[in-house]
Each structure stands twice: as structure tokens, then as C-alpha cells.
């Protein structure tokens, strides 16, 4: 709190209310937050990128322990925040496993939201290229456990097709060998989301050529290929 610039510190108020926080998380008393107590969390993600970290991994326990935490509106807030900052490795790493957590906690209510929400870390992609391996291969299992879902809208099915046909040229950047794994995820989501609406069929009929690493890849892709022809 002393290292950054007084429009940022935490009065003393604000120090107690955090303090707070931190200790019924840590009792897992699982109290519901209040306005006051996200605006002194998101209030700490303003500060330099140096420091930012322990207020991201703040987030992340909170999330898990306290049900409902945050709500869609508090997460879109927070995603333009993380837009907004540059983040060093270690805090990219925590960012990233909290707004894995939040995304899969508020995609069953999100409908046509899903770019809102993936956007924010398909952004971290550009700027970290150490981490893309890491960000592609989580955000990969994200859509593709997104893509299961019985009920998907087809304005979500489409939004979320945006999204992993973004994640599958970001493959193109990675290392050959390790991006098996996520290949195959984005190919399973978009083949998901490819037989559940007609309209998003007529959409990917001109899937984009992609190098496909290994056997099932090109199953996959075939059978999307097939799907799409065939228009019903």
C-alpha cells in the first residue's frame, strides 16, 4: 500500500474491509461479498503491475470459496481491467485460472456474452507469447467443456464458434508438438456446436485450413466437413 500513488492506496477503512475478507475466506465462514468489498478488490487491480498479483490470487480463493462470488456484470468489469493492465508472468498465470473459474461459473447464463468473456484472455495471448502454449491449451478445454452443453443457444453456439475458431489460429503460433492437445479440443467444440444449429453449419461450411497434427485431428475434421455438406 505505501508503494503506490495516494489515488490508489487503501484508507484505513478500505485496509480493515480487505483484512476482512481475507480472514473469513481463510475461516471459510463463505459470507456473501458486499458492493463495498468488490470495489476495494477491484480498486487493487489498478494498482502497477507488480504488485498486482496478490490481489489476483485474492480473487481467485475468493471465487472458489464464496458461492457466487462475483456476478456476470462484476466479471465483465474485472475483464476490462485485466484488458486494460499489462501483467507480469506470475500474475498472467493466476489471471488466468480465476477467469477460467468465473467464464465456466457464468457460461450457463451468459447467452451471446461468450465473446465479452473470452475476449479478455484471448487478449492476454498477444500480450505474453511466452505463455500462448499455457492460454490456448486452457482456454481449449474451456470451449470444448462449453461446447457439451445440452441447451447451448444458438447465438451462444455462435459466439462461442468465434471464439475457438480465434484459439484455433493461435495454434498456428505454437510449438508443432504441443499443439495436439488443443487442436483437438477447439475441432471437438466446433464439430459440437457445428450439429446443434443449422445456422451455425451454413457458417463454418468454409472451415479455414489447419494443419492437423495427428489422425484423430483429421477425423475430426473431416467429420465437420461431412457434417456442414450435408445441411442437416
Request: aromatic share 6%.
Amino acid at each position: 500500500n505505501d508503494q503506490v500513488n495516494d489515488n490508489l492506496k487503501l484508507s484505513d477503512m478500505e485496509w480493515k474491509q480487505l483484512q476482512q475478507i481475507i480472514e473469513n475466506v481463510g475461516d471459510n465462514k463463505g459470507g456473501a461479498l458486499t458492493a463495498s468489498d468488490k470495489e476495494v478488490m477491484t480498486k487493487l487491480l489498478s494498482w502497477p503491475s507488480h504488485l498486482v498479483f496478490p490481489c489476483l490470487d485474492l480473487m481467485r480463493v475468493v471465487n472458489r470459496s464464496v458461492k457466487d462470488a462475483f456476478t456476470l456484470q462484476d466479471t465483465l468489469r474485472i475483464a476490462k481491467t485485466f484488458s486494460d493492465i499489462t501483467l507480469n508472468e506470475k500474475a498472467i498465470r493466476v489471471a488466468l485460472r480465476l477467469w477460467v473459474d468465473i467464464t465456466v461459473q457464468y457460461t450457463e447464463h451468459c447467452a451471446g456474452n461468450y465473446t465479452e468473456l473470452f475476449s479478455p484472455l484471448v487478449h492476454l495471448v498477444n500480450k505474453s507469447p511466452n505463455e500462448k502454449k499455457f492460454v490456448v491449451t486452457l482456454l481449449s478445454k474451456v470451449v470444448h467443456n462449453i461446447s457439451c452443453s445440452s441447451n447451448m443457444s444458438e447465438t451462444s453456439g455462435s459466439a462461442l464458434l468465434d471464439t475457438a475458431l480465434t484459439l484455433l489460429g493461435e495454434c498456428e503460433l505454437i510449438d508443432e508438438k504441443l499443439r495436439v492437445e488443443p487442436k483437438t479440443h477447439l475441432l471437438v467444440a466446433i464439430g459440437n456446436v457445428a450439429y446443434c444449429h443449422q445456422g451455425i453449419r451454413e457458417r463454418i461450411r468454409d472451415l479455414p485450413t489447419t494443419s492437423l497434427p495427428n489422425e484423430k485431428c483429421r477425423q475430426i475434421y473431416n467429420d465437420i466437413r461431412s457434417l456442414c455438406n450435408l445441411g442437416n
